[in-house]
């Protein structure tokens, strides 16, 4: 496996995993044909990227792109200290470790930018991730109620954050 950040080469991988993960799992934000993204605007938006302020990286295994997470840290000074992530990983790849090592990368590109905190959203009933992160040092701050419609279902969301 290698996480390597995401530049605007892997934008068509990019984009077909996220395509993927909208149709695989109800844990992303988006439902499948929501995304309105063309190949074009991906390149785009991974070509704008500023390491400084905010980072993709990906899990690639055999040359294909199987997970990610982004990172967006605050742009007002009182708050360029903290950083909000989200990942993703395909349903056949979970379980083996991913979460671990994209998030040990996190660590590592917040310590380089002086950002003392990462923080996340994470749906309650998504006890796999929530021990991911709490493995990896995230622990529940608050709960964010009725906070995702799914299939006509409120869910609630634990915030998470870590102070490095």
């Not at 993709?56 to 990610?68: C, I």
């Not at 671990?100 to 917040?110: G, R, Y």
Request: without cysteine; charged residues 25%; neutral net charge.
């Amino acid at each position: 496996m290698k996480i390597k950040k995401l530049t605007s080469a892997d934008s068509f991988g990019f984009l077909n995993l996220l395509l993927t993960l909208d149709n695989e799992t109800k844990f992303m934000m988006l439902e499948p044909n929501e995304r309105n993204v063309s190949s074009e605007d991906m390149t785009l938006r991974l070509s704008k990227i500023d390491e400084t302020n905010s980072v993709l990286f990906g899990a690639f295994d055999d040359g294909n792109l199987v997970g990610y997470v982004n990172v967006l840290r605050g742009d007002a000074n009182r708050i360029r200290h903290s950083a909000y992530i989200a990942m993703g990983i395909l349903l056949s790849y979970t379980g083996q470790g991913i979460g671990k090592l994209l998030l040990n990368k996190v660590d590592e590109w917040a310590r380089k930018y002086g950002v003392t905190r990462l923080e996340l959203t994470v749906m309650a009933h998504n006890e796999n991730a929530i021990k991911l992160y709490e493995k990896m040092g995230f622990n529940k701050e608050g709960i964010k109620k009725n906070s995702i419609l799914i299939d006509g279902n409120y869910i609630d969301e634990y915030y998470m954050g870590k102070i490095l």
